[in-house]
């Protein structure tokens, strides 16, 4: 069986990392897997909306696999990170599509990194959120250090950042962290119904309005907003020359449901 399995629904990809023995943690091959899944997320005009999560319900992933880094600290493999990062995900800057994240118990380390990384958050009850890297002597590599205050602030970053302490999930949506908080056993419904929500929209209006939205938190306000009328966003200009726009006037107009195409 894969480490990682892919599904697709509709213009919805799955990507779930399947080592439920290992707390779905990531070793260099389930990293190189979701790498690609990602790569081939990226390129495929079908589809819109990827969701990832982890195997067996107990954990979404518990992070870099200590036991590989072992291995490699004694002369074994290396452990190999791709250049998209960990997850494939968290060095990823130019994906524009959505990605959501549904968290299932423990989300540590690079679990969580993979997370922050991701547009939307669902957690069930019984998830858990930490950086315990310090306690290993290590850091939150994998943008955990650059993300985590930009999402949450400085203060309450730093708290997690410097005690390694877990949060749960209801206080993972109180701090920003989480979209929805889901009932243990409910995560695949939950899922369905945050993908037909984004699905209703136009896939191109998705991807402008997530990179306008990324690249704009770089730029002053008033530049962010001229950039948009000025060409400065590529996908902000893809999506005014699509057929998509024609259609979703005309259906508004004829009173009726868009069919998007995605071009």
Known sequence: ?????????????????NRPEAMNALDPETQALMSAAFDAFAADDELWIAVVRGAGGRAFSAGGDIRAMRTALEGGAPYTIPATGYGGLTSRFDLDKPVI????????????????????VLANRSASFALPEPRIGAVAYAGG??????????????????????IDAEQAAEWGLVNEVVD???????????????????????????????????????????????????????????RDVVEGIMAFNQKRAPSWEGR
């Open 184 to 242: 243990d056993g409910a995560m695949d419904f939950a899922i369905a119904r945050w993908c037909a929500l984004l699905c209703a929209n136009a896939p191109l209006a998705l991807r402008a309005t997530k990179a306008a939205v990324r690249d704009g938190l770089a730029l002053p306000l008033d530049e962010a907003i001229r950039r948009q009328d000025a060409g400065g966003y590529p996908a902000i200009e893809a999506m005014r020359g699509s």
């Open 145 to 166: 250090m650059h993300r985590l205050p930009r999402q949450i602030g400085m203060k309450r970053a730093m708290e997690l950042l410097l005690t390694a302490r877990s």
């Open 101 to 120: 994240a549904a968290v299932e118990g423990i989300a540590m380390g690079g679990g969580f990194e993979v997370a922050m990384a991701c547009d939307l």
């Open 1 to 17: 069986m894969s480490k990682v399995l892919t599904r697709i629904d509709g213009h919805v990809l799955t990507v779930t990392i």
